[in-house]
């Protein structure tokens, strides 16, 4: 079986050790504003604060050969030329290495006696990555050789960039320092804002228009200056505009020259703006260049990085028997619902960037993945969240990270949104015991003199879902639930229209929901028992009717959505069944066994248990869960999107890998701890053992691996941004090793096969510090832990 590379767990570093990976595999930089996607090629690009409207390097989705436009250093070693990352010239390498880490990424390439090392990384509190870029001579005699930089820029907005050409290739502006290579185009305008690229040592070359530099019909792997040894000092008007930097070296036999590359991002203040007319005020990038432009400073900031990433790691770490599980919880897990809370499902290399914003549903269950690491920040989010909500309840599905406003492209009305307010905000409370969010005023739609207290918003959400019920008394769908798939209310048949927004069934939209309905179970139970707290004081009246509202949705599920061995999943817009036996194809859906199984609906009579078994019996495969079976084998008008997909992918009979964990969930609180420990491994990255066949990262979770009836059983697909990062946490962390924040304290109530043994758990919970020590004796059940700030250790035994 052919690998492409290893975990160095000491490192927290995935190794690659063959440039040609099935797939690029890629990291991300940044934690703060400015963003960047680099693969194990130093492919992709960077932007600040919103991938759309200021995209600052150039790529191309779709391109060929894939993966192509990054940040790219060429070297020429007599006649030789090539790049360290090995695209794009794809020179072979006597040795070549990708170490991908949190937050840096580190590239060495060797060839000839020669190693050039590339060390990416973006440093806390700059807007700009930092290339260390170290080319050490391993031979026994001087070399002269010579390096090129090279990106391309992106017209700033990414989507028209790649659509007004008429306009884009005369609007192209730059300016040339002596280090510095500038790019502003439109800064003339209306933009406050310029990228610029800078070397610590003045160059001898530059080129800053792309066809001087690559040479007309070259792609990047044939730039005619690097052949040529030579640089075209090319001033960019128009057309493409590029920077690369040229320096020729001479390095003394076992001697190593380093340089330090700066790619930035500047905003001026209007009065600020030019230092004489048509000239950009460049203080700022010079400043930038000079804060990390020499080997300590550049280290110092290097170090504040990987302090930064060890202090938020160690709030949780695990000692256990398994270290593939160790690895995903100390490391990756954690790691990907940082990134996955950064970017939403905006920027990676299955979202463009320019398509979604930030969802409501998704933002919300990020968190789950994030608030033990950076409470404020998820803080802030809600309320930003919150703040899309309509006055009625419904909410913005989208919203744009740059403003902040709701997306009106695609408007409001999928039925299950409101509820994961509720979901996030008890996330929040729990972990941090910060009850003062509930008392934050927030507007509605964004509209000052809406405002409202958080605590009205969740009334609110609460009572849209409770408030909109069909003619089974469960919840009405709108045009979708979490499953953006099943269209039940939009009846299209005209290729040019969209699914989800085409929705013309409103007149007495009529299909249910039961995954909402066990959302909304759940949700209810855990909302009132957020406002029976007593820093809460809630009206006990209103308490009673939450209360009441759940009970009643209990007993419709009951009624209305068991299917003799499972739950249904829905009713459509003539009150036909689906997900239910009688139904020739998909007979039985993942999401409501999860939902419902998570709410314990009909547990006592043995419905989850029945559930769950039929989940296993009829949805899991080798690589786990499918969301529906059998899968829709033709298009199906009433139901929408989901029988458009193949087989066995996306959402028609793919291992949605998002809503394994509410199974996983369901059947730890089931106490089915073998098979909440299966269905876990299957869906794990760090279990899974062919790197070919599964092709995208084997350090980051999928959302989507293909099911049993695909093609191609078992490739992933749509890595790193997927809201399984946030429930696998939640799931490993609260479910299978049991510590689950309450609002007094931690809960240890382990769901994890005896043969495990013991594991040690470190966690910080607020002002506390706990070193666990968790003995599975067989005997089961929970131990209880007050919250009290300072370090405690416990020898648990269960
Ligand atoms: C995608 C979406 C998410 C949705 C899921 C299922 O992951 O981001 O919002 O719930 O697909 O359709
Ligand atoms: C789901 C799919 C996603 C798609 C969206 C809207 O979220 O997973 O790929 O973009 O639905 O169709």
Redesign the pocket.
Known sequence: MKQYGYFDDDVREFVITDPATPWPWINYLGCEDFFSLVSNTAGGYCFCKDAKFRRILRYRYNGVPMDSGGRYYYIKDGDSVWNPGWKPCKTPLDRYECRHGMGYTRIIGEKGGLRCEVLFFVPQGGRCEVHRVRLTNTGAAVKRVQLWSFVEWCLWNASTDMENFQRNLSTGEVEVGDRILYHKTEYRERRDHYAFFGANRPFDGFDTDRESFLGPYNGFDTPQQVFAGTSGNSVAHGWSPVASHRFDLTLEAGKSEELIFVLGYVENPPEAKFSAPGIINKAPAEELLEAFGTPAKADAAFAALKGYWDGLLGRFQLESAVPELDRTVNIWNQYQCMVTFFMSRSASYFESGI??GMGFRDSNQDLAGIVHLIPDRARQRILDIAATQFPDGGCYHQYQPLTKRGNHDIGGGFGDDPLWLIFGTVAYIKETGDFSILEEKVPFDNQPGTEKTLLEHLKISFARVADNLGPHGLPLIGR?DW???LNLNCFSDNPDE???TTENKTEGSRAESLMIAGLFVAEGKDFAELLSQPAVSADPAYVDEVREAVSRMETAVKQHGWDGEWFLRAYDYYGRKIGSSENAESKIFIESQGWCGMARIGADEGLCDKALDAASKYLECEYGLVLNAPAFSSYIKDYG?ISSYPQGY??NGGI?CHNNPWVIIAEAMAGRADDAWRHYCKISPAFAKDQSLRKVEPYVFC??VAGAEAAHPGEGK?SWLTGTAAWTWKTVSEFILGIKPQYDGLLVEPCIPQHIGSYRVRRRFREAEYDLTIRLTGKGGSFRIPYRPGFQALEIEL
Do not use: V
């Open positions: 398509g979604r979708a499953n953006d798939c969209s699914f989800q999107e996306k959402e949605f959302q989507m749509n």
